[in-house]
């Protein structure tokens, strides 16, 4: 269709300046309706013609795809996919791209998926339960092949996974998952991270270590901090509460946590953090103190973010193997949609950590 420009009386013509804005003079898409017309063709004969279908014959294949060319049409894929039952569009929601683990787990995903002729929609929850649940919608609604998804701090209802699973949907979580369920599900060994980091920090030498820990309802906060109580008992440490201090994990969270952990246990010698972000608050309160890193207090965290390797000292953390993750669970969805969600047997892949060890921990260094 066309556009008409209509100049109401009285105002001035401008209409020998609209070469100079041409989508202002037409707004038309060429459709296979119009080639159509233009050959006096059927438009299945054209359609045929543009998928190079074997029956029609090459002189026919030859004027349709002059014409297209002269008119610039452009085939509507969105439309054909979903004409075949495909939209070849993933879903992914992710709690946030803030730092670099997200940011890096949707590398990996778009760099497979791509590979595979899928576009990729990505979704932020920004840790809330109700915006994760208007994403799935949203994504149910675009027909969305498959969903990715990890969870938000916040979410303790699962039903729009529910949904998910009822329309047959392809779903596979990471990282942030509903463990003991039937879901596949690609996640970090964050026990073993957890683990390996502060028995690091006992061969350091350190003996009151503090953990600032996340929500234990998450999977992987839970799973870290049993990794950091374990590693105690194992080397005859007690566990003490006063060392501990459990929050959302943002920088102004790990600076209030370590004000309040010195404030009851003056003579910690370490902490470990759920992740980095916090641990960046903890530094900040134990060099206003005056204390040396690592002499005084030794420090390690979770995430491996790109600042670790910015800060003075620089940061020990458990690396997460962000794009071998977001590879990983695309990869299964993918067969998923192959092979059909129910013909899959749901899966758990377990990625091994690796600890990263820096300036902040390595007291023996100094020695």
């Keep these: 269709m066309w556009m008409r420009i209509f100049w109401p009386i009285g105002w001035p013509n401008y209409a020998n300046l609209l070469f100079l ?8 898409r060429a459709s296979i309706s119009d080639l159509a017309a233009q050959l006096n063709l059927s438009v299945s004969t054209v359609s045929r013609a543009l998928s190079d279908h074997s029956r029609i014959s090459d002189a026919t294949k030859k004027r349709v795809w002059e014409l297209a060319r002269h008119l610039n049409y452009q085939p ?11 939209s070849n ?12 683990f997200f940011a890096l787990v ?15 929609m990505i979704c932020q929850s920004n840790e809330d339960a109700a915006q994760e649940q208007k994403n799935i919608e949203t994504l149910l609604n675009a027909q969305v092949d498959g969903i990715l998804l990890s969870l938000s701090l916040s979410t303790h209802d699962f039903r729009h996974l529910e949904e998910v699973r009822r ?15 039937d879901v596949s599900a690609v996640v970090l060994n964050d026990y073993q991270g957890g ?3 502060v028995s690091h920090l006992i061969a350091e030498g350190c003996r009151r270590i503090a953990h600032l820990g996340g929500p234990q309802h998450l999977n992987i906060c839970k799973n870290r901090y049993q990794g950091y109580a374990d590693a105690l008992q194992r080397h005859d440490l007690p566990l003490d509460p ?7 994990l943002s920088i102004q969270d790990g600076r209030q946590g370590m004000e309040l952990l010195f404030d009851q246990t003056p003579h910690l010698d370490a902490v ?3 992740n980095d972000l916090a641990l960046v608050g903890a530094m900040q309160v134990v060099k206003r103190r005056g204390l040396r890193i690592p002499q005084d207090v030794a420090l390690a965290g979770f995430s491996n973010e790109l600042f670790d390797s910015l800060t003075e000292p620089m940061l020990t953390s458990v690396d997460q193997r962000c794009e071998e993750m977001g590879r990983t669970a695309v990869q299964m969805l993918l067969e998923m949609i192959q092979e059909g969600p129910t013909k899959v047997a749901p899966r758990q892949v377990v990625l091994q950590p690796k600890l990263l060890i820096r300036e902040s921990s390595q007291r023996s260094m100094l020695q």
């Design 21 to 28: 804005f041409p989508a202002f003079v037409s707004i038309h």
């Design 76 to 86: 509507n894929q969105l439309a054909a996919a979903l004409r075949k039952g495909r």
């Design 89 to 100: 569009t993933l879903g992914v929601v992710v709690p946030h791209i803030d730092g670099q």
């Design 106 to 120: 949707v590398k990996g995903i778009e760099t497979i998926a791509n590979q595979a002729g899928f576009n990729v």
């Design 167 to 181: 329309r047959e949907i392809p779903l596979v979580l990471f990282d942030r998952v509903v463990e003991n369920t």
């Design 195 to 197: 683990y390996e980091a």
């Design 242 to 248: 006063l060392l501990l201090h459990f929050s959302d």
């Design 272 to 274: 470990f953090s759920c």
